[in-house]
């Protein structure tokens, strides 16, 4: 199995780059994301590397880091997710984002990925929610926990600021901030004051 190739640019297009290595020009698909961060042609590249074998063909899929990878990985898992929309996903989402959205089971952010429905979204977000829990959010504002129905009023306020017009994406990380500035017991009416102001600013 291949897992990693380090090598020149030989060529790079919509989908995919072939990257040559020691004479041998392997052609790798790749996401959005990780084919616009490559360097020029004739320039070195190195990319993380997932093998299918298949009883028709072997196809490579490069990944500017191995975080990538992972995520790439986690989502072929669900099932009506093959590799092609593992990689469109990964193109309009970054790690960060795709916590973000599972978290908050932010539907619509997953869907703006070419070739996933509404129900292929509500899959995704419901069967990776327990799998993204122990992840590292970085920079991302709020976990599932620290919104969950465990949390007095979290969810009923994110609802209410959907109904309000703002996106679920957008209303979670406002939530997730009163959460964390009044603690788990704020009540419903302050919670939805202080995420007002957030959306606000």
Sequence with gaps: MIARLSG??????EVSAIIDVGGVGYLVFCSGRTLSRMP??????????????????????GFIDA???????????????GARVGLAILSVLTADELVQAIAAQDKAAVARANGVGPKLAARIVTE??????GMSLGSVAGTAETV??????????????VNLGY??????????????????QAALDALIRFGLQEMSQ
């Design 8 to 13: 020149v640019l030989g060529e790079i297009g």
């Design 40 to 61: 020029s042609v004739g320039e070195a590249v190195r990319v993380e590397v997932e093998t299918h074998v298949r009883e028709d063909h072997i196809h490579l899929y």
């Design 67 to 81: 975080a990538e990878r992972s995520w790439f990985r986690l989502l072929t898992t669900v099932q009506g997710v």
């Design 128 to 133: 990776l929610r327990d799998k993204v829990g």
């Design 148 to 161: 969950s129905p465990s949390v007095n009023n979290g969810e009923e306020a994110i609802s209410a600021l």
């Design 167 to 184: 996106t679920r994406g957008d209303a979670f990380n406002a939530i997730a901030k009163a959460g964390k500035q009044l603690g788990d």
